[in-house]
């Protein structure tokens, strides 16, 4: 299925075996969207448990990170509401550049309903079809279960482990993964 070529339906379970059908659209993100696409980052790097970003960045510098001029940044939406955003870009230039780097976040109310999935799908679509060869991601932090696992599922592999590389706000010192991907 190739999702952001039209409205798609994604289903999902929830924890009481329901199934729930959304219609998840995965378009390039515009101008008009960074609002939204704030409200989604905000959390989450205040939070400071997955991103190595600065907790107390402001939201013009999280938007100049998120939606920079080498970043394809996308926008996953069910019924007009963004549910997700994700960034492609190349992971290092010259002899790297044929290696692509993700940046995922999925909005909290909307976690385990299978958003980062279809985005990691996308993206890996996407990534392929502009030429790259492999997906690498840099700094998963240990401690984000929930994406490790989904990236294991999904073809990663954790190449390399960055002993306490990672300052978690209660954790202390904690290893990150760089995880890797043929395509």
């Not at 999904?154 to 978690?168: M, W």
Request: glycine share 10%.
């Amino acid at each position: 299925m190739r999702l952001g070529s039209g409205k798609e339906p994604l289903e999902w379970r929830n924890s009481l075996e329901t199934r729930t059908i959304l219609m998840l659209s995965i378009r390039p993100a515009v101008a008009n969207d960074t609002n939204e696409i704030w409200s989604i980052l905000e959390p989450v790097f205040r939070g400071g448990e997955t991103y190595a970003i600065a907790r107390d960045i402001a939201k013009e510098d999280a938007i100049k990170y998120w939606c920079g001029p080498n970043h394809e940044t996308f926008v996953a939406e069910d019924g007009g509401r963004i549910l997700g955003t994700y960034y492609l870009r190349a992971n290092q230039g010259g002899g790297g550049a044929h290696v692509a780097n993700c940046g995922y976040i999925t909005a909290s109310e909307a976690q385990g309903r299978g958003i980062a999935r279809a985005m990691l799908s996308h993206s890996l679509e996407r990534a392929a079809g502009r030429g790259f060869r492999a997906m690498q991601f840099n700094c998963v932090v240990s401690t984000n279960t929930r994406a490790v696992e989904s990236w294991l599922r999904n073809g990663f592999a954790i190449v390399g482990r960055l002993p306490q590389a990672f300052h978690h706000p209660t954790l202390g010192y904690i290893d990150a993964l760089v995880m890797y991907r043929q395509l």
